[in-house]
């Protein structure tokens, strides 16, 4: 029994050891976007009707003008 407990704890404690040498991320900046400036890249998920597909700014480049609108509450009921 003494064994059973031991081993347990042994792997509990190196299944831990990976999180040891970790450091904490630093969190990332907010991008400071203004009026005008161009997009950064980015690829979203968009409903067609059918399922969720990939869709990125860049498919857009060159072919038509993408106009970028943010709703901060938009269907949160907040």
Known sequence: M???ILGVLMLMALAALPLLG???KKEAEPLKIK???VAPAFTLLHYD???LKPIS???FKGKKNVILAFFVFAFTGG
């Open 2 to 4: 003494r064994k059973r």
């Open 22 to 24: 970790q450091e904490k």
């Open 35 to 37: 009026v005008g400036d």
């Open 49 to 51: 009707g059918q399922g």
């Open 57 to 59: 700014l860049s498919d």
